[in-house]
């Protein structure tokens, strides 16, 4: 017999995001996976309007697709609703939102705060 879960996007429960440690302001997220100790798996983030991420690196790849709303990256990119991005190990940055948005994240490895 198979084991599953099955989650109804309509109905999630959001706690404060401290994947860091301290719950970031504006932030929180939904895990449907995820494993804070080895930091693989998926969670739905998010992201009330002017709420900005800590600054990170990856150390496995993250992928995530925009459900709702804008992410704009450090470097001004922005990413919109039906984006699916990728970021490969090594990569550093911080996102914010000017109006909130909602993201399905897939991480494979733990981000260090730099």
Partial sequence: MSKRKITDPFNLTFEPFDRYGEPI????WHKVSYNSKNGL???ILKMESGARSLRHEHTGYEEFLILDGKLI???GKIFKKGDLVTFEPGSKHSS???DGCLVLVFMRGINKVI
């Fill in 25 to 28: 302001p504006g932030m929180s």
């Fill in 41 to 43: 798996g998926t969670y």
């Fill in 73 to 75: 990256d450090s470097d």
């Fill in 96 to 98: 914010y939102t000017k």
